[in-house]
């Protein structure tokens, strides 16, 4: 399994103190719209909270699940950085522990659902896999910071990314690049 690198609080603080484009607490850029992501209005889309009241659909998700789960990961190997943090803005990591087995890797890693500080995982392990499916299940809601590129990746359960750079134009064209050659016209990529 992936090594899972506890970031305590201070240094977290520290960490968000470089994205000073960023207000951690609004969630969104400062003097700068930034990016988002998401399936183009066209393509029927069914969230994870649909398949409760449409269980029909759940052949939907599936296809739409995996491919939003192959953009975060394009997204993530759009910037150099081999490692992310993942920081909560909610109360705990995992919601519902019956949803998700983040819950009980957190456990066995002697993290805390309440733990306080960041987490420094392989952006492209299993973990940061399992933090994507938890976000889907509106069971998690975090970011992933990548300080090296200083870009924000906020994934929704909604299957939107937002994104956060520093106004930097060369991750914003290779982003809509990646898109365009990846995807074709499954995604739409836009200014906030």
Known sequence: MDRIEKINKSELEMTKLQFKYYDFKE????????LIIR????????????????????????QKYGDYLRLIKHIFLTVEDKKCIVYRYNEKWVVNRELSSLYSILKNSQIRNNYAGGLKIDKNGR????????????????????????????????????????????????LRKMIE???GDKFAIKDI
């Open 27 to 34: 969630l969104e850029s400062i003097g700068y719209s930034g």
């Open 39 to 62: 399936f183009n209005k066209d393509r029927e889309t069914t969230i994870y909270s649909d398949l409760h009241h449409y269980p029909e659909q759940e052949h939907i998700f599936n």
């Open 181 to 183: 050659s990846c995807f």
């Open 127 to 174: 973990i940061s896999e399992m933090f994507l499916e938890s976000i889907i299940k509106y069971n998690s809601f975090l970011e992933f910071l990548f300080v090296d590129s200083k870009m924000i990746v906020t994934p929704t359960d909604h299957m939107d990314v937002f994104l956060h750079t520093n106004n930097d134009e060369t991750i914003e064209n290779k």
